[in-house]
């Protein structure tokens, strides 16, 4: 099997994991921090009013909260994917949020050339349908920091504690 990866920004990072990982040809997704201006954890030179360790969801120093998943591009396409993003999420407005916040961007990262024109074509496509599409940043694939672990497929583990909640 070739996998790919796809990274990206849509709010809250919890409930985007949870609906991409139930895609069929999704096969992992984990959720982390990424976008940031600094380089968060790169053992360089701490930015004023920064320290120089990996962002955390209470330290994100400018970063983002970011799903990345990996897919069978023979199951599942780039472009199913991206239209998936953009039908469930607002990116002029994140769950209330403006989009200059940088916790909850709606940004999508390319880690090559055919992954960047895919993205501007989608973007382009779903603009064209009357997607508010223009607040979504494209950037070229930065650092990813995992999540602390207790962010690791939360709403999985909400649905199973729940479940087993109501066996008893």
Known sequence: MNCEKLTFAMGCFWGPQDRFSRIPGVTGTRVGYSGGDNDSGSGGE????????????????????????????GQVTLEELLEHFWNTHNPSAIEGYKPEDSRYRSLLFY???????????????????????????????????????KHQHYEKKKRQKLNDSKSY
Do not use: C
């Not at 320290?51 to 400018?62: A, E, K, V």
């Not at 973007?123 to 950037?139: E, H, P, Y």
């Open 111 to 149: 880690r090559n050339e055919e992954q960047q024109a895919t993205m501007e074509r989608m973007k382009q496509k779903m603009t064209d349908q009357g997607f508010s599409s223009q607040a979504t940043g494209l950037r070229a694939i930065q650092p990813f920091y995992p999540a602390e672990e």
């Open 46 to 73: 701490a930015e004023e009013g920064h320290t120089d360790m990996p962002p955390t969801h209470r330290r994100l120093n400018g970063h983002s909260e970011v799903v990345e998943i990996e897919f069978d591009p």
